[in-house]
């Protein structure tokens, strides 16, 4: 279990960082989980000006509030309350993620998602996800919106991942519980957003702003005693070497040394 803690990104964004800190540095594939929950307009209007990617996937998912993206291949993208977005940074992006209001609640996540040494050159692609596109189901007791994997039959919207992933958004009621599938293969984890819930057999109480790394197994067991919301992630592990330095995620110091000569001299997008 883990603390999400303060930090402050962008162009000074304050927000806080359940994966991706030297409390938990990264949990293959996953390798980064910030949540930005203010309704101060100093705490996100800074935004996250002009910046680069490459070899990995950003996932932005909105609760409250809006944000606004740009990038260097001309791609432009509203996204409202209950909209995701799996972009595949690939070969290389510059992109811009501005808040697109001034004042009120401002809800969002963003979770990084490796990619594997063979597809960490492909060509960039969004997969902007409007709120009508989440499929809404349920599971045991619990209210789901299902960005992607599968959940009582029905799949989410995101599709052709190579980490095969399951991201899932949950509301329980007082006293509610389920039980799910997932690969014995998988990495998984849950972050709790709202409450106090349970996990596993052992029924251990994870609170709002801690993330609990799931142990072996192939079934998920959670629930709570009172009302409580939480996202859940799942997704096959890549094991391979890693070399990250802010923006760019490869499998060697040398290619992370190309990345940033390539964003240097103009060479990323497009490469």
Same mark, same amino acid.
């Given at each position: 279990m883990v603390e999400a803690q303060p930090t402050v990104e962008g162009a000074g964004v304050k927000l806080r960082r359940a994966l991706g800190s030297r409390a938990l540095p990264m949990l293959d594939p996953f390798l980064l989980l910030d949540e930005i929950h203010s309704d101060r307009p100093d705490d996100y209007l800074?935004?996250?000006?002009? #910046?680069?990617?490459?070899?990995?996937?950003?996932?932005?998912?909105?609760? !409250?509030?809006?944000?606004? #993206?740009?990038?260097? *291949? &001309?791609? #432009? /993208?509203?996204? &409202?309350?209950?909209?995701?977005? =799996?972009?595949?940074?690939?070969? /290389?992006?510059? #992109?811009?993620?501005?808040?697109?209001? @001034?004042?009120?609640?401002? =809800?969002?996540?963003?979770? =990084?998602?490796?990619?594997?040494?063979?597809?960490?050159?492909?060509?960039?692609?969004?997969?902007?996800?409007?709120?009508?596109?989440?499929?809404?189901?349920?599971?045991?007791?619990?209210?789901?919106?299902?960005? !992607? /994997?599968?959940v009582s039959g029905q799949r989410g919207p995101v599709e052709g991942i190579v980490t095969?992933?399951?991201?899932?958004?949950?509301?329980?009621?007082?006293r509610g519980s389920l039980r799910h599938a997932i690969p014995a293969s998988h990495t998984a984890f849950v972050y709790v957003i709202q409450g106090r819930a349970f996990v596993g057999g052992a029924r251990t109480h994870v609170v709002e702003g801690q993330l609990?790394? *799931?142990?072996?197994? @192939?079934?998920?067991? *959670?629930g709570a005693d009172g009302p409580a919301r939480m996202l859940c992630f799942a997704g096959r592990p890549i094991g391979e070497p890693v070399a990250r330095y802010g923006p760019f995620v490869m499998n060697t110091d040398d290619e992370i040394r190309q990345a940033i000569d390539d964003y240097r001299s103009g060479r990323l997008v497009g490469a």
């Open positions: 800074p935004g996250f000006p002009t #910046h680069p990617h490459r070899g990995f996937e950003t996932v932005t998912y909105v609760l !409250a509030g809006a944000m606004e #993206h740009r990038d260097s *291949l &001309g791609n #432009h /993208g509203h996204l &409202g309350p209950g909209s995701a977005q =799996w972009m595949t940074a690939g070969h /290389g992006i510059v #992109h811009s993620e501005m808040p697109q209001q @001034d004042k009120g609640l401002m =809800w969002g996540f963003q979770l =990084w998602v490796n990619l594997p040494a063979a597809n960490k050159m492909i060509r960039p692609r969004y997969q902007d996800i409007e709120p009508a596109r989440v499929v809404e189901t349920s599971l045991g007791d619990a209210a789901v919106r299902l960005v !992607a /994997g599968t095969a992933p399951q991201m899932l958004d949950l509301r329980f009621p007082a609990a790394v *799931l142990g072996p197994g @192939d079934e998920l067991a *959670l």
